[in-house]
């Protein structure tokens, strides 16, 4: 499986290179006859044009890219990413286009890779993950003609195709049924503090809170990581009065923080009631299995990339939300300390 | 941020479109002052040649492919490939090359990647993962031209540059500490069977079962899924004598396999120990936390893309090993009904 040349073609067929570049290339200077044998035997020999000589043809780069800006142990771990790519994967299929994926230290790398793929014509477009308020990125990609598809939104996009899922939704999902269950006291673990869906999950837990007449949340930033986790869950377990119910930002803290509160002597859910978000195989996996927000990530990456072909292709830009997210209990939440809201009428 | 264009750069610099093309090719034509002056004026606008444009004076694509068969929920899950990655773009840095991306559903599938990707001059080599023996893909890759580094070996890929990792004498390590704690019954929740790796993990532990005197251990093969792991463990367990030790080939397998167990009633290390493959922040997170083999998986990445960029610059293969892999013991495992050996001198 050498690869193919123009030349092969050329003996294959018997004819000049330039008949076969004619043929090729849609030119005149052979007749149908001798073009359709010459594609033939292009196709025969799994000949195709170089992606470079397409590219200065077409434009065109035949990728989309996908920067990610987080620790290499959180990437190994973090369920969200591999299956956001799957989905990306899906939509391109085996087309023409491919996923051109990075991964960089802080922001400033981050647009630093944005300048210079789209410098090099290495991509024709990119998605964003990771949406902050007053995001620079959004800024410096509106800037450029760099096609862009936000993960995130639609508020903070400005203006940018963005796809995007009901997290304060998801969070009074997951709030209705700890206030059913008889929960006063919540603790919420989450993500970094400057990301827009942090901030709509808080606002949501918050809101939600007040309308059950419950105690005002308490909420612990975290980084993500197993460790920061299971240190939050320490924290807010060590207060008086310690919270009856945690809400986690992730799978892996939430898993962290049930081994963290099983070791400070607590049981789920007896004393402490446990709820993930993103449900994963790992949910299912430990004892308690824990209660999570469910949302369809593999869709995100459809959409994602299926938005981003469009833009692409010159479409005006459209904000989309996913399907809506929702509440899988599993054996992690039960009735709190007084008791469900029903046993209590 | 538009992408700037000779037109700018001879706009900008008050020459004609000619000579920013001279300057910018190191061809004659202009003066040495110039030239500097317009290099300095390319620089500071952030033009870059284009990729396609390069590709087609160097013949380099700038790229090199990683294609992944397994199924969206399991890439998604496994910690394994997001680690290796990371690995990769830690080597390629921000360096002229970057990583191409693509998940299949089988292997027809992915040799016909292989294919399109070389014919369209899309990459420049690619890193093969999941060797199996009398691997088609190792025939495929060896036959072109395109250059390959193979994840795996070094005796299944017929003189490939490869990366691999002493399976075997991690099983050694794992199969020594669970005799040292005196246990004689072994089950191995292995991964598919047609793998290398399995394969050598399977033959360490039967060979090193039998210097230790141990019973023949029971091995089943799953697909590397929570639930395949969850299912083989009840499996094992429902025999009699059942194993009182039980070593998962990957870490999800380890945690479902768990909960499995302790749902079955029994308690883990006291009834049953349990080592997993691969340590993770999962094997840390769970209780008890789980003792595991550890490998460094970005150094497979790192170590990988740097024998590939070797390979694509003509460089004669190598085969290399990665650093030794080592057992984290942690709570999981515990001594046996009999004891530990030396309680029983």
Known sequence: MRRPTIVDIAKAAGVSKGAVSCALNGRPGVSEATRARILGIAAELGWAPSSAARALSDGRAGAIGLVIDRPALILGVETFFMRFIAGIQEELGDGPTALMLQSVEDTAAELT?????????????VLMVDLRRDDPRVRALRETGLPAV??????????????????????????????????????????????????????SLRAVAREHGLEVPRVVHTDYTGEGGAEAARRLLGERPRPTALIFDNDLMAVAGLGATQELGLSVPADVSIVAWDDSPLCESVRPGLTAVRRDLPEHGRLAASLLLEAVAGAPPRHVSTSPPALVARASTAAGPAGPVSSRA
């Open 113 to 125: 890779t944005y300048k210079r793929w789209y410098a090099e014509r290495r991509v024709d477009g």
């Open 150 to 203: 936000v993960v995130g939104g639609p508020d903070h996009t400005q203006g940018l195709p963005c796809v995007w899922a009901d997290d304060a939704g998801a969070m009074r999902a997951a709030v209705d049924h700890l206030a059913a269950l008889g929960h006063r006291r919540i603790g919420h673990i989450a993500g970094p503090e400057d990301l827009v869906h942090t901030a709509e999950r808080t606002e």
